[in-house]
C-alpha cells in the first residue's frame, strides 16, 4: 500500500472516530434533560420545622492546640 493511501484511511477513521464520540455525548447528554423531575409532595404531612437563634457569644473564643513535646525535638526514628 502506499503511504499517503494509509494515512488517508487512519485520518478518515479518526474524524469518524471524533464525529461519533461527539454525537453520543450530545444524543446521551439530552436524556436527562428530557425527563421530567418528580414534583414534591405539598401535603406537609411529615415534615418537621425547627426554628432555633444564633448563640450570643462563641463557644470558643480562640482555639489552642494541646502540645505535647517540647518544640524541635524528633520523634521515634527519625534523625538528627
Known amino acids: 500500500m502506499d503511504s499517503k493511501r494509509v494515512k488517508f484511511m487512519l ?3 479518526g474524524a469518524g472516530a471524533i464525529l ?3 454525537v453520543l455525548s450530545f444524543a446521551i447528554g439530552d436524556v436527562n434533560a428530557a425527563v421530567p423531575q418528580p414534583v414534591p409532595a405539598t401535603s406537609g404531612a411529615g415534615q ?3 426554628e432555633t437563634t444564633a448563640p450570643s457569644e462563641l463557644e470558643t473564643s480562640v482555639a489552642v ?3 505535647t ?3 524541635y525535638t524528633n520523634g521515634p526514628g527519625e534523625t538528627h
Open 11 to 13: 485520518g478518515t477513521a
Open 20 to 22: 461519533a464520540a461527539g
Open 48 to 50: 418537621t420545622v425547627t
Open 65 to 67: 492546640p494541646a502540645i
Open 69 to 71: 513535646t517540647a518544640p
